[in-house]
């Protein structure tokens, strides 16, 4: 579907591992008719975890991007990995993303993979929404979540909701915005409205009036009508949240239960009522200083956030459309190498599958197959423009080890493959180092160069001996989060990852 750029919505899910994120996107889709039966991390059959490895492990480990139609607007998922070894994607997809969701787990409140995260999504700027889901596990704890969210976060984290019975007999959630309550039947699905009870009513109250005030807080015009009528109407405490979020003046906080198919609609309606579309962003940053506003009538420029190889199809490339439209058969020119590209088709993702557009518009996110000569970090523009995106900064290494192929003349073989994987992966660097004589990868923590191990084995058919591991430093490697857990505020150090493949 081919939307005008204001109505566009590119979210990104976040959260440390584990914590729900490709399950909420797997019952987004299902909310909004995307797909016909929800798919489950057990079973391997989500639409976001499609790889062999992903569904064999139950955990993402490359980013994947999916959209739905809601309301007025189609909303580009960007579902990415919870382990902190695959931060790249993270940084990949944030690049691209106007508005963050992130998850955190009710039964283990904030995690060090969200404390990670929150850096990033500070250094990005992202206006970020709290979901807290798994309301339905048997120790789901909303308050104590919400409060250790506070607490880490900030008071700009609001609540904008709260279940009313959380546990295994999660049924409904009270909402302040709208001061009603949502209750679910057995399977999820569309709530029905109802009246908030007479006990939870000044609780409610309490909580749609600190929100009523951070929406008449940004806003001049609203603060005005706040102080005359001492309240808003849903339509201006819209507008306020608008902005709100978007300066990242406020953090707003739902609740879910992906699982049960709890909670996705409305988290949905309120990204199509208050979450930025491309067309409401800060001006983005050109190499050289410069700034730009995304304007689909402008000529056409497209960035490439990521690539991967696919076999039987080549190179596959994700791109975001920063000014103009793209479609089938453009001519278009790489500002980083000067070369041309014929962008032979366009299409939308849905995890795995693509289905052809005829166009697509600034703002929004789309795939090309075959690139020639453009990667990650590449801007194509039209001809007679002639701009270059701010590249995507990729975390440094922390973690490297010396690899040698089972024998010598193997050699050849094993640095072709690990340069098609670097090409693919910024977070890798190889190194031949002539001091040591050995070639040496570098990458973000044992996952990660044990994921590029496994990739590599499968591009070069055999299997490559690991002779030395070695932390960059001592701090980065104690910050890799999915190696650190806290544990009543020791921090442990597991070694039963270290066995990942
Ligand atoms: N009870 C319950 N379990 C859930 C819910 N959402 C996810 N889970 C389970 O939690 C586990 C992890 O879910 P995922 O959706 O893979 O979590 P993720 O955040 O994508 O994990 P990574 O990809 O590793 O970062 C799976 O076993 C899910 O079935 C929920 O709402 N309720
Ligand atoms: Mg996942």
């Known amino acids: 579907m081919s939307v005008d750029t204001k109505n566009i919505r590119n979210v990104v899910l976040l959260g440390h591992s584990g ?9 987004m889709l299902f909310e909004s008719g995307a797909i016909t039966r929800m798919g489950t991390i057990a079973a391997g059959s989500t639409m976001s975890d499609y790889t062999p490895i992903e569904q064999e492990r139950g955990n993402s480990l490359f980013s994947s991007l999916m959209h739905v139609k809601w309301r007025n607007c189609k909303i580009n998922i960007l579902d990415t990995p919870g382990f902190d070894d695959f931060i790249g994607e993270v ?14 787990n009710s ?3 904030v995690e060090v993979g969200t404390e990670i995260l929150w850096d990033y999504v500070n250094d990005f700027k992202t206006p970020t929404i709290f979901v807290i889901s798994q309301i339905d596990h048997e120790k789901s704890d ?3 979540t919400l409060e250790q969210a506070k607490e880490r976060f900030g008071s700009k984290v609001l609540p904008v909701q709260y279940p009313l019975n959380q546990g295994s007999g999660f049924t409904s959630i009270i909402d302040t915005i709208r001061m009603i309550m949502y209750v679910f039947g057995p399977n999820g699905g569309k709530p029905e409205k109802k009246p908030i009870p007479e006990n939870e009513m000044a609780k409610a109250m309490a909580m749609h009036n600190a929100l009523v005030e951070a929406a008449a807080e940004n806003e001049e015009g609203l603060m005005e009508k706040f102080f005359d009528k001492g309240t808003l109407s849903e339509e201006e405490m819209t507008e306020g949240l608008r902005i709100a979020l978007a300066h990242q003046q406020i953090f707003p906080v739902f609740c879910c239960s992906a699982l049960q198919d709890k909670g996705s609609g409305r988290i949905m309606g309120f990204i199509n ?10 001006p983005f940053e050109l190499v050289g200083g410069k700034t730009m506003k995304y304007d689909s009538k402008a000529p056409t420029s497209i960035f ?4 991967i190889s696919e076999a039987q199809v080549g190179l596959v490339s994700y791109f975001k459309i920063y000014s103009g439209t793209v479609r089938s058969g453009d001519e278009l020119i790489n500002s980083d190498n000067g070369t041309h590209e014929r962008i032979s088709q ?12 005829d166009f697509l518009q600034a703002g929004d996110l789309g795939v ?3 690139m020639k000569n453009s990667h990650t970090n590449n801007t194509l523009n039209a001809k007679g423009q002639s701009i270059q995106i701010d590249p995507i900064h990729f975390p440094e290494a922390r973690i490297r080890t010396a690899v040698v192929p089972p024998s010598k003349s193997d050699m050849e073989k094993l640095i072709k493959a690990l340069h098609q994987v670097e090409e693919e992966d910024p977070t890798l660097r190889v190194e031949q180092s002539a001091t040591l004589k050995q070639t040496i990868i570098h990458g973000q923590g044992q996952l990660h160069l044990d994921l590029i191990r496994y990739r590599i084995e499968r591009i070069s058919a055999f299997t490559w001996i690991s002779i030395s591991r070695k932390f960059h430093t001592e701090k980065q490697s104690l910050k890799s989060a999915n190696e650190v857990y806290r544990h009543k505020n020791k921090v442990v150090v597991l070694d039963s990852l270290e066995k990942f493949i």
Do not use: Q, W
């Not at 914590?19 to 019952?27: I, M, N, Q």
């Not at 940084?91 to 955190?104: E, R």
């Not at 366009?346 to 557009?357: D, P, Q, W, Y």
């Open 304 to 307: 490439i956030y990521k690539t």
């Open 273 to 282: 009522d208050v979450a930025p579309s491309p067309a409401d962003v800060p």
């Open 107 to 109: 039964a283990h409140g």
């Open 346 to 357: 366009v299409f939308e993702s849905e995890g795995k599958v693509r289905n052809v557009i």
């Open 19 to 27: 914590c729900g994120k490709t399950t909420l996107a797997e019952a």
């Open 142 to 144: 909303f308050d104590t």
């Open 368 to 370: 090309t197959l075959k």
């Open 91 to 104: 940084v990949c997809s944030l690049k691209v993303a106007d508005t963050a969701l992130m998850l955190l």
